[in-house]
Structure formats: structure tokens, C-alpha cells
């Protein structure tokens, strides 16, 4: 793995506000999160209890896809929007199906940076990298992932509950835009994003809480979603729920019962 690349700019780790990747890895019971991130994933427990599964398939979605990508040739994957490590991460998946795979992680929370060269740790035949960069900023991402991945042959862009927390307003279709132009045929986008179809009242509820706390979350509508992949081919089985794209690729995630994530999930081809 190359050692992180830091901007300069990144601020210093902010504990005064919860941080979304935080609270997904309290929801998910790891460590790396604090007080405030606990306390606003607590009230959201009290909205839905289900959130901690949730977030747990919507992981399970990630590993799936990135398994069914490899058998598509896939040796290449840029994740945006990773998140505090959680093995397995996406490079573990992709690396035990093929080992001399190469993986660009980015975000743009500093406590993600801290733990990004101790915890990426691959194959000796591959090669990882992260990018300390905020998903908005394109060019500096583009920029960064080229010193490892080679874009002019196939790459899996992987977007994993990044775009619910980046409004229309703010440019989260132009920078899905900018980043399929540069893909090379035979590339494929992975998104997984929130809607307010299944669960409108509790979807509200949240976003309240979000903006109390000066956080940004914009649920999408299916339509709104199948936006993203203009251009694309959406491979089968299409714009699902987490849990319904190819459960057969992975083992099922424990306590699921009847939850049914609030969410799309779909993979696209780019022709």
C-alpha cells in the first residue's frame, strides 16, 4: 500500500457535531466513533430500531458486489466514500478472488485518514491506495486514483451510501457525471443510495434530526436514482433493495427477519 496522500487543507478531526461515517460505524459496533455520534444514533434508534441491520446489509451488499465484479474481469475498484475500515473492507473481497487487484480508497473524514495505513493492509501482488479528498472534488480524486489505477482499461466505481449525503444543489449528479465520462468501456458504477419510498414518516423524522445537527441528507426516489446511471446499462437484477441483489453471492446477514432496507442499491455497466 502507498502511504496516504493528505490534503493540506483537511481540517482536524471535529467532535462537536456527529459525523455520518462515525455513526455508521457505531451502527455497525465498532470503536472508532465518539459520544456525539452515539448520542444521535441512539435517537435515530428510537425511530427505527432496525438501522444497526440495516447499515450491516447494506455492507453485505458492497461485499456481494464487489465478489460478482471480479468475476466480471474486474481488477480495478474506486471507492468513494469508504468509511472507518470495517473487515472486510473492499479491497479484502476483491484481492481474495484475484490478488494482483488494484483499490483507491477516498474520503474526506480525517479519522478516516488515521486509520487508512493501518488498516488497508493487501495482498503483496496488488496494490492499495487512499486519497484524503471530499467526494465533490473530481478532479483532485481523478488526479490522485490515476497514480494507481489505469483508466484507460475497466474500473468499478463504488459509491456505497456516499450520495444521500450530497444534495441535487450541491452537485451529486454532475460529480457521478464527471466520473463515468472518464471510465473507460466496460467500466461499472456500484451505488447505494437512501429513499424516503418505503418509510416516508421515519425518513422525515431523520431528516430532521440531519439538519438539527447542520448534517445534509437528501433521500432520492427510485426515478430520482435510476438518474444516476444515464448512459449506463443496469445489470440484473436492476434497481432492488440491498437484500434482494443476488443474495445467492453471499451468506445471509443474521437478525435481518422482515427489515427491508430504505433504500436502492443497482450496478451499471458503462457500454
Known sequence: MSRPENDATSP????SKPHPARMYDW????????????????????????????????RAFMHRATRWLSTQGVR??????????TEP???????????TTRVVYCDNDPIVLAHA????????????????????????????????LDFSAPVALSMIALL???SDEDGAYELVSRLTEVLAPGSYMVISQITADFHPEEARQVDEMYRANTLTLAPRSRAQFAAFFDGLEIVEPGIVAAEAWHPELGEPVPGTGDVVTPGYVAVGRKP
Request: proline fraction near 7%.
Open 12 to 15: 482536524l478531526i471535529d467532535t
Open 27 to 58: 451502527f455497525l459496533g465498532g470503536k472508532d466513533n465518539y459520544p456525539v455520534d452515539e448520542a444521535m444514533g441512539r435517537q435515530m434508534l428510537a425511530v427505527e430500531p432496525n438501522v444497526p441491520v440495516m447499515a450491516k446489509i447494506n
Open 76 to 85: 480495478q475498484f474506486l471507492d468513494i466514500g469508504t468509511g472507518i475500515p
Open 89 to 99: 473492507n473492499l479491497h479484502q473481497v476483491a484481492q481474495t478472488a484475484e490478488p
Open 117 to 148: 495505513e493501518a488498516l488497508l493492509k493487501g495482498t503483496p501482488e496488488g496494490v492499495i491506495d487512499y486519497v484524503q479528498a471530499d467526494a465533490r472534488n473530481v478532479d483532485t480524486i481523478l488526479e490522485r486514483a490515476g497514480k494507481t
Open 164 to 166: 444521500h449525503f450530497v
